[in-house]
T-cell receptor, first 112, second 110 residues
């Protein structure tokens, strides 16, 4: 069974631009969560989607948004990029909320 | 929200040594996982263990939910065990997110 895939793997953007990251969960998994990892703040929860509905959202500004499609694939969007948004963005999938999570390889975003 | 503390923050071992990593959490949980993050950033599942004991080869884990801690044991460590080990928990209360500890950075020297 294929694992969680994330595209793109690396991205360089300029301040003020926007970016869309994609996550394809493990087949059969309906829950997708997004995390941001930075050296200073560690791993922080962004949001969780289940059956196309956002269940939870972490403490991030409204510039961070996401959605989930009917095939469980998910995208997250960051608008008006800031230097501090440079991070590794990780996506995880699970059968349902509170089940074991499996992580993708991440997208490394650099904002210049 | 739930607090997660991992100790020690850093650990340096000689190959072949054993180690114990600890994760303390402040609330009852319905989900607890241990991960190993490799140098490329990939988080690798080690254990899904909200309670009880599990073993997988040289690794084993125990969660004592009533006392709000979990332990990860690594025996006969190898250089490939190096990396950062994370504990992540989800509280029983509310529709909560997974909270990660700050991690334990393990270095195994040959």
């Amino acid at each position: 069974k294929a694992g969680v895939t994330q595209t793109p793997r690396y991205l360089i953007k300029t301040r003020g631009q926007q970016v869309t990251l994609s996550c394809s969960p493990i087949s059969g998994h309906r829950s997708v969560s997004w995390y941001q990892q930075t050296p200073g703040q560690g791993l922080q929860f962004l949001f969780e989607y289940f059956s196309e509905t956002q269940r939870n959202k972490g403490n991030f500004p409204g510039r961070f948004s996401g959605r989930q499609f009917s095939n469980s694939r998910s995208e997250m969007n960051v608008s008006t990029l800031e230097l501090g948004d440079s991070a590794l963005y990780l996506c995880a999938s699970s059968l349902a909320p509170s089940y074991e999570q499996y992580f993708g390889p991440g997208t490394r975003l650099t904002v210049t | 929200g739930i607090q997660v503390e991992q100790s020690p923050p850093d650990l340096i071992l000689q190959e072949g040594a054993n180690s114990t990593l600890r994760c303390n959490f402040s609330d009852s949980v319905n989900n607890l996982q241990w991960f190993h993050q490799n140098p490329w950033g990939q988080l690798i599942n080690l254990f899904y263990i909200p309670s009880g004991t599990k073993q997988n080869g040289r690794l084993s884990a125990t969660t004592v939910a009533t006392e709000r801690y979990s332990l990860l044991y690594i025996s006969s460590s190898q250089t490939t065990d190096s990396g950062v080990y994370f504990c992540a928990v989800e509280s029983d209360y509310n529709n909560n997110d997974m909270r990660f500890g700050a991690g334990t950075r393990l270095t195994v020297k040959p």
